[in-house]
C-alpha cells in the first residue's frame, strides 16, 4: 500500500499511481474514524453530534467515483451522508457542513492543481478547511482498521442538491437588488472547473446580463491548470475582445478562488482584486474590522490599512492560518495571494463566488470601470506591481536551498538595502523601500514559487530574475 500524507487542507495525489479506488477508501475510514473519536470526545466541539457528513465532488477525472466511494465507508460507519447530485463548488460543502450541523465534510477535489491530480479535501464543523493538526489526526488512523464499505446503501445515503442554501446566503450579504437592476454585463471565466453556470444562476432574472466563458465539462482543463492567474486567461480574453463586458469574474477548478479580468480581456492580478474588494468593503459599504492576510500578498494592503486604521494581522501561507481569525470577534476580510478570500459575517473559507458578487456590487454602486476604480487606488497609494514565477524544482533539494538562502540573503533588492528577512515558510527578503522577494516550496507539487513586488513592471519582472537566478 502507498505511504498517504496530508498537505494544506487534505491529501492530494496522481490519479490511479496514487489516488486510487482502494486509497481513497483507506483515507474515508480514516476520516471516519477520527471523526468518531472527536464526537465521543468531552474534550471535542463536536463531542455528542449526529454522525452526519457532507460529502462532495468537482468535475475531475472520476471525481464522482471516488466521492461514491467514500459515500459508503461513511455509510459502512453508521454516518449519515449527504452527497451532492451534481458537481459542485468547495464554498457550497463548506457551507453546508456549517449550516446542517454535521461534523465534517469532504470535497473530493485537486483545485487548481493540473488535470492529473484528485484530492480529498476535509471540511471541518465550523465550515472552513481542516486544521494541520486534524490532518494529522487522520493520518493517525491510516489503517487502523480495513475500510467498512458498503455497497450502495440508500437508507444511508441522501443524494442532494446543496447549492441552493450557498447561493441564498452568499446573495444576502450583498445589495442584491442594486446588483439586480445594474445592468451590468458580467462575463464569467470558469476555466472549465466546476463554478460554470453559477453566476447564470444567481443573476438570472435580473437585468444583468451573464456569459459563461470555458464553461463546458472537460477533465483536461483545455490543456491548463485551472487557476485565477493571467497566464491561464488567453482564451477568456480573446472572446472578451470580441464580446466586450462591464467585467469578466474568475474562478478556479473548484470555485474557492476569484481572479478578474477588465471587460476588455486585460487580467488583474489577484493582488489588485484583493485590494478592490477591501476598498469596497471599507470606502462603499463603511464597514471596519480587522484585515488578516498571508505574509505573501501585496504590500498594498498594508498601506491601505494603515491609512483607514484598520488592524492588519499578518499570518504564514495557507487559508487554514487565516480562519481561525476570520471566526475571531471583529474580523472583517481575509486575503491570500492566491485568490482566496473570506468575509465576515459568512463562513470561515474562501469563496470566490461571494467574492465574485461584491465585485458585481462594487460597480453596480461606483458606476465607472474596474480599471478607474483600481487607477484612483494606485494614485492614492503608490504603484504596486506583483509577479508569480512557478519554477519546478526537486523536492529533495528544497530544503538545503532555501536554508542557504536564509543565512546568505542577497544585501540589496536592486536599489535599496534589505532590512529583513523573514523566513516562516520559505524565505522573504523585504528591502528599504517596502520591495520585496520571496521563494517558497508548493505545498502539492515539486515546484519552487517565486514572489516579488516592486514599484513598475520592469522593477517586478528585475525581481523574478532574480529570484530565478538564487536557483542556481
Known sequence: M?????GTDGWRAIIAEDFTFANVARVAQATA?????EVGS?????????????IGYDRRFFSDRFAQITAEVFAGNNFQVILTSTPTPTPCISYAVKNLGAVGGVMITASHNPPI???????????????PEECKAVESFLDAAAPKQIQNPK???????????????????????????????????????????????????????????NGKHDVLFGGICPEPLPKNYARGGAQLRKNPHDICLVTDGDSDRIGAMDGRGNPLTNQ?????????????????????????????????????????????????FIAPEMMKPGALFGAEESGSVGFANHIPERDGL???????????MEK???????????????PHRYGRYDAHYPLEQRAALLESLKKNPPKKLLRSPLTKVDARDGVKFIAEDSTWLMLRGSGTEPVLRIYAEGKSDADRDKLLQQGRAMLQ
Not at 502507498?2 to 496530508?6: G, L, N, P
Not at 468531552?42 to 457532507?54: H, P
Not at 494592503?301 to 501561507?317: H, Q
Request: hydrophobic content about 45%; charged content about 20%.
Open 2 to 6: 502507498s505511504e498517504i500524507k496530508f
Open 33 to 37: 474514524d477520527f471523526w468518531k473519536s
Open 42 to 54: 468531552q474534550k471535542s466541539e463536536v463531542f455528542g453530534r449526529e454522525l452526519k457528513v457532507i
Open 117 to 131: 491530480f484528485n484530492g480529498f479535501k476535509l471540511k471541518s464543523h465550523f465550515g472552513g478547511s481542516s486544521s
Open 155 to 213: 437508507s444511508k445515503i441522501q443524494n442532494l442538491d446543496i447549492r441552493p442554501a450557498h447561493f441564498a446566503a452568499i446573495k444576502k450579504l450583498v445589495h442584491f437588488k442594486l446588483i439586480a437592476k445594474s445592468k451590468l454585463r458580467v462575463a464569467h471565466d470558469a476555466l472549465f472547473g466546476v463554478g460554470a453556470g453559477v453566476f447564470e444562476t444567481l443573476l438570472a432574472k435580473t437585468n444583468c446580463t451573464v456569459t459563461t466563458l
Open 272 to 320: 489588485q482584486v484583493i485590494a478592490l474588494l477591501l476598498h469596497h468593503l471599507v470606502q462603499n459599504r463603511g464597514e471596519r474590522g480587522t484585515v488578516t492576510k498571508t505574509f505573501n500578498t501585496t504590500a498594498l494592503v498594508d498601506k491601505m490599512c494603515a491609512a483607514w486604521n484598520l488592524p492588519l494581522t499578518e499570518v504564514g501561507i495557507g487559508f487554514r
Open 354 to 364: 461571494a467574492a465574485g458578487l461584491f465585485l458585481c456590487e462594487m460597480l453596480a
Open 368 to 382: 465607472i470601470s474596474v480599471n478607474k476604480i483600481y487607477t484612483r487606488l494606485e494614485k492614492e497609494f503608490g
